[in-house]
């Protein structure tokens, strides 16, 4: 029975396929070393919470209409790519309502029972927390439909032609589901948020300003050029933003007595491999397989993907979203093609045919 649960839930194979190296500085996923960091870095308050002013906004007359009220706010989809602080969102929207912030993620509700558990030791008011919820088992799904909903579940008991199902009133609470993937969600689940808030990358400017604060935090002296350079290579996100201070204060701490100035930010990014825009070695090696290996394109993913030794899934989950958003690749109906500003941050002369050159 467990195991055929068990088997409806798989991880999407663009998630299995490789990846970039773990260690690269440019990934903006939570590594091993972090989730202690993560947790002292995070703003408390939407007041502390820099940027994504519209998201800020919204929450704010979600929570307070709710408060005024005196009710449970709305369910909150919460919805961008990693590294954007959807987890701290969901932390302050506890804190703001003052409740209680139960945390679990879509990968740990493989069976419904293990939500049964969770919602039935909810108290009225809490914040239920799901993490990448797009990645939910179906049966636990289901579940959550009617507890979102009526704040009630049935729960199975026994098994096979004896099995009885006992409805459970859940207290009211509010389910606050974090996804990178939106577009993974089915339907009826995304029909139950009554609110999705849109985290959308950040600006140099608003990504200066997390560096300068987590600076303060960790006590390190820094510069403002230093902070506007870590902050234009962190690729609109903060999570990378705090990593690449990290590794800039190491180097300052070897080599400036901890003090940072554009120097040390300049020398310590180019030994970590990040280069002016925010690009790692195999970002690179993609970048150079299209430009020099086939003139600037219009090539296949597979082709690069041969090129650099990675798998196609890699290069197109992992390189190309950031090289189409920094604007040095484009998508055709033939492959892959490289913009003017991917042959000049090459240091080559664009061709008159490249993209963009007029
Ligand atoms: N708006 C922000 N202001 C300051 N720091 C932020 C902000 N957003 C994210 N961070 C920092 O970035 C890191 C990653 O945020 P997190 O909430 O874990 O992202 P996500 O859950 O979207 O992957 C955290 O350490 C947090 O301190
Ligand atoms: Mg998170």
Redesign the pocket.
Known sequence: MSDIERTEFQLPSELLAGGRAPDSAVDPG?QPDETD??QT???KSLDD????PKVRQQLDLVLAGARRRSVTPDHILLS?P????????AMIIAQELGSSLRMTSGPALERAGDLAAMLSNLMEGDVLFIDEIHRIARPAEEMLYMAMEDFRIDVIVGKGPGATSIPLEIPPFTLVG?TTRAGMLTGPLRDRFGFTAQ?EFYDTDDLTR?VN?TASILGVEIRQDAAVEIASRSRGT??IA?RLLRRVRDYADVHAEGRVSLEEAQGALEVFDVDELGLDRLDRAVLSALVKGHGGGPVGVSTLAIAVGEEPGTVEEVCEPYLVRAGLVSRSARGRVATAAAWRHLGLEPPETAAGLH
């Open positions: 939570v960091i993560d870095l995070r703003p919470f820099i940027g994504q961008g990693p590294g954007l602080g959807k987890t701290t969102m974090a985290m997390v604060r903060p999570r705090n």
